[in-house]
């Protein structure tokens, strides 16, 4: 694990004994370059704010606690399902409150393993939760250093992109390690849909790991895959849906030969497409997960999301980006 230099000792001393600090992130959707992004080639991912995450926190001399959804109980005899979680825990303590713990009390309306940045979210909330109670306002690279404490224990080996994304209020294309906002030409409706059966993030990595290694077709898959990725930013310029929606398509194509994809995701794909989406691929690790679907409009796009309800999606939401210069 990664080691940080202590702080905090003189803001502790001149601090009440029991700091309280909130801190929030959100969940976040991935057009393009999953997969890709681990090798270095580029990404586009975007908040969504809909699902929003929230964690309190209260120092304590005793023994941390979490209180969450999944678990709730002390620190130490957390499952090992929550190991991110404790992760994160116990690396916002050591920066911003080493001689103390803390109560954890996380609030999330983003599902679990599902390719939508839930482990990244909750890790950003808590580390800016601790630091706020520490009386401290964590910088926007050790919100992003921390977090990545959490994502490593989640994913072996993230790219990052998941944990700039939870904090992210834009669009953006993320290449290891820059981010850049994109600017966008219109408003854009999404659909995202859940499978109910949870994503194997870290599974996923290695297998495309292997078969790349071992298959040149993988390899040049993942090329074509970075290749629509870094086209797509024109596209979002010129605000153009149809030129999205086509490359969300051939994403999918992609996604599916590198072996990612399921019969679930696959299912929610052709739905969304029949009921009139634009485009429709899997988003994030995949395996299991969610799909992504583009509506031309913000009716239409909750008019999808019911019908993805009705053929079995678990959740499905609409959400959208707005113009931005
Ligand atoms: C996971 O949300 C996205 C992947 O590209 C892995 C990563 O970027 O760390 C599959």
Not at 169 to 179: A, D, E, H, L, S
Not at 280 to 296: H, Q, V
């Amino acid at each position: 694990m990664q080691q940080f230099e202590m702080r905090g000792a003189d803001t502790l001393t001149q601090m009440p004994k029991l700091g309280r600090g909130v801190g929030r992130a959100h969940g976040k959707a991935i057009l393009f370059g999953e997969h890709a992004v681990v090798y270095g080639a580029p990404a586009i991912a975007f908040p969504v704010n809909v699902l929003p995450v929230t964690v309190n926190a209260t120092l304590t001399p005793a023994a941390s606690t979490i209180e969450s959804e999944l678990y709730t109980g002390p620190l130490e005899r957390a499952p090992r399902r929550l190991a991110p979680v404790v992760a994160a825990i116990r690396t916002a303590l050591n920066m911003f409150a080493p001689k103390s713990g803390a109560k954890i009390a996380i609030y999330s309306d983003i599902p679990y393993e599902r390719g939508l940045g839930s482990s990244a979210a909750v890790a950003s909330a808590i580390v800016e939760a601790v630091a706020h109670a520490a009386g401290q306002d964590p910088n926007a690279t050790e919100l992003f250093d921390l977090t990545q404490v959490g994502e490593r224990v989640a994913h072996g080996n993230p790219s990052g992109m998941d944990a700039h994304a939870v904090q992210s209020t834009q669009i953006f294309r993320y290449r290891k390690p820059n981010v850049e906002p994109i600017r966008v030409g219109g408003a854009f409706y999404f659909v995202i849909a859940d499978t109910g059966v949870p994503g194997a993030t870290r599974e996923a990595v290695a297998g495309v790991a292997q078969r790349k290694a071992a298959d040149p077709r993988v390899d040049a898959a993942i090329g074509e895959l970075a290749r629509v990725a870094e086209e797509s930013v024109a596209d979002f310029e010129d605000g153009d849906l149809a030129a999205i929606g086509a490359k969300m398509n051939r994403a999918h194509g992609l996604l599916r030969a590198i072996g990612v994809s399921s019969p679930e995701l696959d299912h929610l794909v052709d739905t969304a497409r029949r009921a009139g989406a634009m485009g429709a691929k899997l988003t994030g690790g995949g395996i299991g997960g969610c799909i992504l679907a583009l509506a031309p409009t913000l009716p239409e796009a909750e008019r999808i999301a019911g019908v993805l309800r009705g053929a079995g999606a678990k959740g499905a939401w609409a959400t959208w980006l707005e113009p931005i210069d």
